[in-house]
């Protein structure tokens, strides 16, 4: 089973700076098969990456994905108060399908 | 727009069956485009993917919970359902039934683009 590590934990920022978000695999990933996930209290986890680095439908550019292998990143470049969330990663390169154990992004 | 939403029992006494059920409209399980899956959130916790199922009835599963796990489609009621038997209190969660990619990847499935609201289940006696 891939074993997927985010950090940090908690991110606080200021509206309109930049969040960076990782998300490490235990072992390879094949063809970069990393989704990522916004999680607000009480919600469903909604959909913003898929394939490490395509954005989901309606998703705002300012989310953006990267990297391959074992490590990828998830990129806020401008903080919006409306991201306040749990961010989650996700491999579905290899059965069983896991997730990281989430990245709380708090605004100040 | 697919829109999917869980029903069932909220109480599940310790050793007994959950059973749940995902409904989904707006989009035809038969039209063989996608899987659908079922994930778990304990409290306070993160996401474990349980397993999923395609039209024709095959199905994966998570090995860490351990055969336990059913996973059944009625595609005349455009529903699918998850049973989970022996529960215990670590199966206390809420449930979330999903639309799982087909195109990428192996067999087991992808991403989830579509979840419903979910549903608390509490295993207590």
């Known amino acids: 089973e891939v074993v997927l590590t985010q950090s940090p934990g908690t991110l606080s920022l200021s509206p309109g700076e930049r969040a960076t978000l990782s998300c490490r695999a235990s072992?390879?990933?094949?063809?970069?098969?990393i989704a990522w996930y916004q999680q607000k209290p009480g919600q469903a986890p909604r959909l913003l990456i898929y394939?490490?680095?395509s954005r989901a439908t309606g998703i705002p550019d300012r989310f953006s994905g990267g990297g391959s292998g074992t490590d990828f990143t998830l990129t806020i470049s401008r903080l919006e108060p409306e991201d306040s969330a749990v961010y989650y990663c996700?491999?579905?390169?290899?059965?069983?399908?896991?997730f990281g154990q989430g990245t709380k992004v708090e605004i100040k | 727009q697919v829109q999917l939403q869980e029903s069932g029992p909220g109480l599940v006494k310790p050793s007994q069956t959950l059973s749940l059920t995902c409904t989904v409209s707006?989009?035809?399980?038969?039209?063989?485009?996608?899987?659908w899956s079922w994930i778990r959130q304990p409290a306070g916790k993160g996401l474990e993917w349980i397993g999923r199922?395609?039209?024709?009835?095959?199905?994966v599963d998570n090995p860490s919970l351990k055969s336990r796990v059913t996973i059944s489609v009625d595609t005349s009621k455009n529903q699918f359902s998850l049973k989970l038997s022996a529960v215990t209190a670590a199966d206390t969660a809420v449930y979330y039934c999903?639309?799982?990619?087909?195109?990428?990847?192996?067999?087991?499935?992808?991403?989830?683009?579509?979840w419903g609201q979910g549903t608390l289940v509490t295993v207590s006696s």
């Open positions: 707006g989009g035809s399980i038969s039209s063989g485009s996608h899987y």
């Open positions: 394939g490490a680095s």
């Open positions: 996700q491999q579905y390169g290899s059965s069983p399908k896991t």
């Open positions: 199922i395609y039209t024709s009835g095959f199905t």
């Open positions: 072992q390879s990933v094949s063809s970069s098969y």
């Open positions: 999903a639309r799982d990619d087909r195109d990428s990847s192996g067999y087991w499935g992808g991403y989830f683009d579509y």
